[in-house]
């Protein structure tokens, strides 16, 4: 309220009111980070906010399909998440990028977005193991093994390459990667 009073000791008052209007967060910082397939991935970064009472909540889009909130430290305003990438995608490439969403809400609902990505990179297969045949001249070697991936969801072709200048692709037991 506003008082005014004159040196007659006459006065006059009214009453007004003030809006305070919120002010999203500001994203500062963020990383990028590359991973191997199965690997996790931690997305960090740093905002601001005018508002020093504000809360907030920080949600992260991790760029296949799921999404998670982060951690959130409210003094240092900073936040932190982590994500297991299973694979590179099956997309036939050595590695592959996902777009990360990042959104900082305030407790006013207030928000700010910002994007990074990820590199998963793809990690090659490892044979464990494999027969050494032995045979006659005109006898049919048959040739097993196995191999590991840490790509769980990979899909395998396996080749023989016969030393004989001649090649052929083997049948490959997907589940128990033989």
Not at 19 to 39: D, R, S, Y
Not at 78 to 89: G, K, P, S, V
Request: charged share 15%; with cysteine; proline share 3%.
């Amino acid at each position: 309220g506003i008082q005014v009073t004159d040196d007659d000791t006459g006065s006059v008052s009214a009453c007004t009111t003030v809006t305070v209007n919120n002010l999203a967060p500001v994203i500062t910082a963020f990383n990028a980070p590359v991973i191997n397939e199965k690997g996790t991935a931690t997305i960090s970064g740093t905002f601001t906010d005018v508002g020093t009472l504000d809360t907030h909540t920080v949600e992260i889009s991790w760029g296949d399909g799921s999404s998670s909130l982060a951690t959130v430290d409210p003094v240092t305003r900073t936040f932190t998440a982590t994500h297991q990438y299973l694979d590179d995608a099956p997309t036939a490439t050595a590695s592959d990028i996902y777009t990360i969403g990042i959104q900082v809400t305030d407790d006013d609902t207030s928000s700010v977005s910002a994007a990074t990505t990820v590199t998963v990179n793809n990690v090659a297969p490892l044979i464990t193991t494999f027969n050494s045949p032995v045979i006659n001249e005109y006898g049919s070697a048959t040739i097993s093994g196995s191999f590991t991936d840490v790509g769980t969801l990979d899909t395998h072709t396996v080749t023989i390459n016969w030393g004989d200048g001649t090649s052929s692709a083997a049948t490959v037991d997907s589940v128990a990667r033989t």
